[in-house]
């Protein structure tokens, strides 16, 4: 199945169950290979202030295998206190393209199964890619960081030495988020959620 956005901003949240073959959903944009030109945007504000669960806050909540989501802009809006994310993506076989996802606190989960992400752009300020049994690649994509006292890029859970997560950014930018000012120390790459953490910057 595939489905087309045309532009515009949608403010809604967004929940794909387990379907029974692939998916791929494609926004309007005028050059396919930079999230700078998207003009589709989904955006909700949820967090645990009104959800029970991290997955329940997501923007974007992707529960199939097969799925592929190609130059759409993923926002959480809450802003500060609380977990709120853009994207929880929770199977295997996924792959997001010149996508944005936005929020503050916990913007992606990569929770489960093997995803790819290229040409992504992610911002946050606290633990903002994060999981516990993801095995996910980002290739060439821009981390954007938020104004911080002392942050973390990433937060592994991965929880026993046998378990395969890893994250890993290869050719990975990061920056201060556009218009922002962020003190020199402020971040550091990542810190454990779990005993056996594993993440790679290359």
């Known amino acids: 199945q595939t489905i087309f956005i045309n532009p515009g901003t949608y403010y809604e949240q967004v929940s794909i169950k387990p379907l029974p073959g692939p998916l791929k959903i494609y926004g309007y944009t005028n050059h396919s290979g930079s999230y700078d030109a998207n003009q589709v945007t989904i955006v909700a504000g949820h967090s645990h202030k009104d959800k029970r669960t991290n997955d329940a806050t997501a923007t974007l909540r992707v529960g199939t295998a097969h799925f592929r989501l190609y130059n759409v802009d993923v926002v959480n809006d809450f802003g500060?206190?609380?977990q709120a994310l853009a994207l929880s993506a929770r199977n295997t076989n996924q792959g997001y393209y010149a996508c944005s996802f936005k929020g503050y606190q916990d913007t992606v989960l990569s929770q489960?199964?093997?995803q790819f992400?290229?040409?992504c752009h992610i911002?946050?300020?606290t633990d903002f890619i994060y999981g516990q049994e993801g095995r996910t690649w980002f290739e060439s994509c821009t981390i954007s960081v938020l104004p911080a006292t002392t942050s973390y890029v990433t937060a592994s859970g991965r929880g026993s030495d046998n378990s395969q997560?890893?994250?890993v950014f290869n050719g990975t930018r990061i920056r201060a988020a556009p218009?922002?000012?962020?003190?020199?120390?402020a971040y550091f790459l990542g810190r454990p959620w779990a005993p056996y953490?594993?993440?790679?910057f290359q």
């Open 80 to 82: 500060k206190g609380s």
């Open 112 to 114: 489960l199964g093997v």
């Open 179 to 185: 218009g922002m000012e962020v003190k020199s120390g």
């Open 123 to 125: 911002q946050g300020a």
């Open 165 to 167: 997560s890893y994250y």
């Open 197 to 200: 953490a594993r993440v790679e």
């Open 117 to 119: 992400f290229h040409g």
